[in-house]
C-alpha cells in the first residue's frame, strides 16, 4: 500500500478567509462563515477528484477532509447557538410578575381546566 501524505501547501483550506472583505458579526459568526467555506471547498475538491478518477487513497482523503470540515461546522453552528442564546437571555424581560400586580387565582390553569372551588 502506497504511503498517503499531505503537505499543508497543497490544500486551499489554508487560504480561505484572507479575502480583502472585513469581517462581519460576532467571533462565533465569523468561525462559521469560515467553516463553512472550508466545507465547501473540501466537497468541491472531492468531487473534481471523483470526476478527475484520482486514486483511492486520494479520494480517502478528500472524504477525511469533508468529515473533518463537517465536523468544524457542528461545532462553529453550536458555538454560534449557545452566543445567541445567551444574547437572548441577556435581552430578555424577566418573566416575573411586576411588584403590585396581583395575579388571578386562575392564571395557573389551563384553557378547558374546570376551577372547583369557583
Known amino acids: 500500500m502506497a504511503e498517503i501524505r499531505i503537505d499543508a501547501?497543497?490544500?486551499?483550506?489554508?487560504?480561505?478567509?484572507?479575502?480583502?472583505?472585513?469581517?462581519?458579526?460576532?467571533?462565533?459568526?465569523?468561525a462559521y462563515d469560515r467553516a463553512v467555506k472550508q466545507l465547501a471547498v473540501a466537497q468541491k475538491k472531492l468531487a473534481q477528484d471523483?470526476?478527475?478518477?484520482a486514486p483511492e487513497e486520494t479520494i480517502e482523503v478528500d472524504r477525511a477532509m469533508v468529515e473533518m470540515a463537517a465536523a468544524a461546522v457542528a461545532a462553529a453552528a453550536a458555538a454560534l447557538a449557545r452566543e445567541q442564546s445567551r444574547a437572548q437571555e441577556a435581552h430578555a424581560p424577566?418573566?416575573?410578575?411586576?411588584?403590585g400586580v396581583k395575579?388571578?387565582?386562575r392564571?395557573?390553569?389551563?384553557?378547558?381546566?374546570?376551577?372547583?372551588?369557583?
Do not use: M, Y
Open 9 to 30: 501547501s497543497t490544500t486551499k483550506l489554508g487560504t480561505i478567509g484572507r479575502g480583502s472583505v472585513a469581517p462581519n458579526g460576532s467571533p462565533a459568526q465569523q
Open 50 to 53: 471523483v470526476v478527475d478518477r
Open 103 to 105: 395575579r388571578s387565582p
Open 107 to 118: 392564571a395557573g390553569h389551563r384553557l378547558g381546566d374546570i376551577d372547583l372551588d369557583a
Open 94 to 99: 424577566a418573566a416575573a410578575p411586576a411588584e
